[in-house]
């Protein structure tokens, strides 16, 4: 099929599990963001709007225009991540460019609700992410590409379906430890720039696994 039609498929099923698996407060499309400044990026894969912002719709298609302080987050969607990283590189940077003011003048949180994780109040503007089908088979490998990258055009996470790996601010899995992953991070993401609440969803892969209880033997015993 043309390339066209193959990336939109995929964008259609990667827009299909993030609807389905993150509250449906947040609303999920594609097309171009602007700061105050007047910076614009260029088409971006999928964007993740916040609940308290507007954005705008064009007049042809289903693309919008989005204000900085209306994103929550972005990721952007590749084939293979190894040979379409200087593609990445090149949408994270546009938008890493981007000045964006959510300053909070007083918090709100539930009284049982973790302290904020820092690692993820540390990340400055837009949360960028990248999902590619095929790539790094290896978190090693995952993590060397994002180190090597400069600051200025490095995603804050990438996650490669096929084998699992992902490497994002709050840690590392592979398999379907490494999809989770990505979800829980966002999540976090999101509720870190709403500031509610903030749950640790990562704490399900971190913490340590419950041992099974041990079985209990049946029949009778036997006579002296």
């Known amino acids: 099929m043309p390339t066209a039609m193959v990336g939109g498929e995929r964008e259609l099923v990667l827009h299909g599990l993030f609807r389905e698996v993150l509250p449906p407060i947040y609303r999920f499309g594609q097309g171009a963001i602007t700061d105050a400044p007047g910076y614009l990026t260029g088409q971006v894969d999928l964007v993740t709007e916040l609940p308290f912002g507007p954005s705008l719709p064009m007049p042809a298609g289903s693309h919008r225009l989005y204000l900085a302080e209306s994103v929550a987050a972005v990721v952007e969607i590749k084939s293979d991540l190894s040979?379409?990283?200087?593609?990445?590189?090149?949408?994270?940077?546009?938008?890493?460019?981007?000045?964006?003011?959510?300053?909070?003048?007083?918090?709100?949180?539930?009284?049982?609700?973790?302290?904020?994780?820092?690692?993820?109040?540390?990340?400055?503007?837009?949360?960028?992410?990248?999902?590619?089908?095929?790539?790094?088979?290896?978190?090693?490998?995952?993590?060397?590409?994002?180190?090597?990258?400069?600051?200025?055009?490095?995603?804050?996470?990438?996650?490669?379906?096929?084998?699992?790996?992902?490497?994002?601010?709050?840690?590392?899995?592979?398999?379907e430890e490494g999809v989770y992953r990505l979800i829980a991070e966002?999540?976090?993401?999101?509720?870190?720039?709403?500031?509610?609440?903030?749950?640790?969803?990562?704490?399900?892969?971190?913490?340590?696994?419950a041992q099974p209880a041990p079985r209990r033997r049946s029949g009778r015993r036997g006579r002296r």
């Open 186 to 209: 966002l999540a976090e993401v999101f509720n870190s720039a709403v500031g509610v609440a903030y749950p640790k969803f990562s704490n399900y892969v971190d913490r340590p696994r």
């Open 83 to 175: 040979s379409q990283w200087r593609e990445v590189e090149q949408t994270v940077g546009r938008v890493r460019r981007l000045a964006r003011d959510l300053r909070q003048t007083q918090g709100l949180a539930l009284e049982s609700s973790p302290e904020p994780d820092d690692r993820i109040a540390s990340i400055h503007g837009i949360p960028c992410y990248v999902v590619g089908f095929t790539g790094y088979e290896t978190v090693d490998g995952l993590r060397r590409r994002l180190e090597e990258t400069v600051p200025a055009a490095r995603p804050h996470g990438a996650l490669v379906i096929e084998s699992g790996a992902f490497v994002g601010v709050t840690g590392y899995g592979t398999g």
